[in-house]
């Protein structure tokens, strides 16, 4: 198909006959008829509502608590009700708080919109403090706007959210999604969609060109001619070609006759796609390479994590120093021997360290290469060990590992190298183990917060702590940082797994 025939298929379709009667499934344009608005459009409607809330709210603050007295300070106010509003909306826009991924899950969106508007707030102080005009600003004003700003943008959260929710079971908002390729992998797309989907996909259909319904593995709702028409009508938003990637020419023919008419067009990958992992698409040297895995902690975000690291390290020296000096006196009291336990663990990109803890067994009866597994009541654990265990202040000393740069406050737990599960190495038994270390070890970590400590006995439950650890490493943010660290306090109270 050259570009010449694409163009009279789609002038055939625009002379609106061009459709044999009966060629058309009945139910696409029916299944696409109620659908009028895209999810995309919440991206503008809640980034319009923020600014509107946002410089409505500090403007009343402003109207009622210094407008009556001082009116002539309005234009100053405005302009920093202008610069924290849009600083606002540009910091959460970057940091994808407009997805609708975002948008239609509250318990991910109002926690990290409250930090990013209050790490907003911050930067306009310490610009502030930097042009030296703290004074001409009330801060009642500014804590106001923070706190009335704040509930505003929760309660258009929550509307939106339900509103959303109302039109996507009503039909009314979706994305329209069209397959051509009736073949197995269109089948399975077809399949994956329906079954995995969210609710704002509505599939319109599948179409297809081949002469023999007998070669098909599903039954198209039309051929090409068809969906230029549906497409041309305004049923179809995105069209996802379900061909194989080595069939260039048929592509390309795909490709231009789709250009002409106002839709996404996307590349269904292999059978094997569906089970790969994919984060993004990259460009290297101009070539579109799918994403399979990231760093977890790149550019501004690595430098986040050791600022993070650092400097809860030191407050926790500061704040727990007398605690261990005093924990390090029971122990020398309790039993002969250090005060500190050393032992080789996994670290970053599997490397071996060596991790700090309080010694909470004697001597003679440790294991420094971690393949004895401790067990409730064991005989080699000390009485000062046994409460170090189970209260995790043993760990305490590992705050030095941090301060090294060999693990992070919040990671998943660092493991001996000699750690088995039954009779077999953690890592030879657990399938993608070694993916954990994509990320520093940590004090605390997500498997941890979420009651797995204790023995591992079995392999189900070593795999069971690799889950969790890989999702931490594929969902890293401060925000679960902050998570991990307030319910790890909370955990420490619950210690029935610790011995």
């Known amino acids: 198909m050259s570009h010449e025939v694409a163009a009279r298929l789609l002038s055939d379709c625009i002379d609106a006959d061009y459709a044999r009667p009966g060629s058309m499934s009945a139910g696409v344009r029916e299944r696409a008829r109620n659908v009028c608005l895209s999810p995309s459009f919440l991206t503008g409607l809640v980034l319009g509502l923020d ?63 409250l930090l990013w508007w209050g790490v907003t707030l911050t930067l306009m102080v310490q610009l502030a403090f930097a042009l030296k005009v703290t004074e001409q600003f009330s801060r009642v004003w500014l804590f106001s706007w923070f706190f009335s700003g704040a509930v505003l943008m929760i309660v258009s959260r929550i509307a939106t959210a339900r509103l959303l929710e109302k039109f996507a079971a009503a039909g009314y908002v979706g994305e329209r999604i069209a397959i051509y390729g009736a073949s197995e992998r269109g089948q399975l797309l077809r399949t994956h969609l329906l079954q995995h989907g969210d609710p704002y996909i509505h599939l319109v259909g599948m179409f297809d060109d081949l002469a023999e319904p007998a070669l ?211 890592f030879e038994a657990v399938k993608g183990y070694a993916a954990r270390h994509r990320v520093r070890p940590g004090i605390t970590g997500w498997a941890q917060v979420n009651d797995l400590r204790g023995e591992i006995d079995c392999v189900e439950k070593a795999e069971f702590r690799v889950v969790h650890d890989l999702y931490y490493v594929n969902h890293w943010s401060l925000m679960l940082d902050l998570r991990i660290i307030l319910k790890t306090f909370y955990s420490l109270v619950s210690t029935h797994n610790a011995y």
């Open 216 to 426: 098909m593995e599903a039954e198209a709702d039309g051929s090409l001619a068809d969906l230029l028409k549906v497409a041309q009508e305004g049923y179809v938003d995105t069209v996802i070609l379900a061909l194989p990637w080595t069939a260039s020419d048929q592509l390309w023919e795909m490709i231009q006759a789709l250009e002409a008419v106002a839709v996404d067009v996307r590349l269904c990958p292999a059978p094997i796609g569906t089970q790969l992992p994919c984060h993004d698409v990259k460009r290297v040297a101009a070539i579109p390479m799918l994403s399979l895995w990231d760093r977890p902690m790149r550019s501004w975000h690595g430098a986040a994590k050791w600022m993070e690291d650092k400097l809860i390290a030191l407050m926790a020296l500061v704040v727990f120093g007398p605690l261990m000096l005093a924990i390090a006196a029971a122990i020398k009291l309790d039993s002969k021997g250090p005060v500190f336990f050393r032992q080789r663990r996994f670290g970053f990109n599997n490397e071996a360290i060596e991790v700090l803890k309080f010694r909470t067994m004697y001597t003679d009866r440790q294991d420094v290469s971690g393949a004895a597994r401790t067990t409730r009541d064991d005989p080699r654990v000390t009485r000062v060990g046994r409460f170090l265990r189970r209260s995790s202040l043993d760990e305490l000393p590992q705050l030095l590992n941090v301060l090294k740069g060999d693990m992070s406050i919040v990671g998943p737990r660092p493991h001996a190298v000699a750690m088995k599960v039954g009779d077999r190495y953690y």
């Open 51 to 113: 600014i509107m809330l946002l410089s409505v709210s500090s403007l009343v603050v402003w109207s009622l608590y210094i407008g009556i007295e001082a009116p002539t300070t309005i234009d100053r106010y405005v302009a920093a009700t202008a610069l924290g509003t849009s600083l606002a909306v540009v910091i959460q826009y970057l940091n994808g708080q407009y997805m609708q991924s975002r948008l239609v899950s509250l318990k991910r969106q109002v926690p990290r919109m």
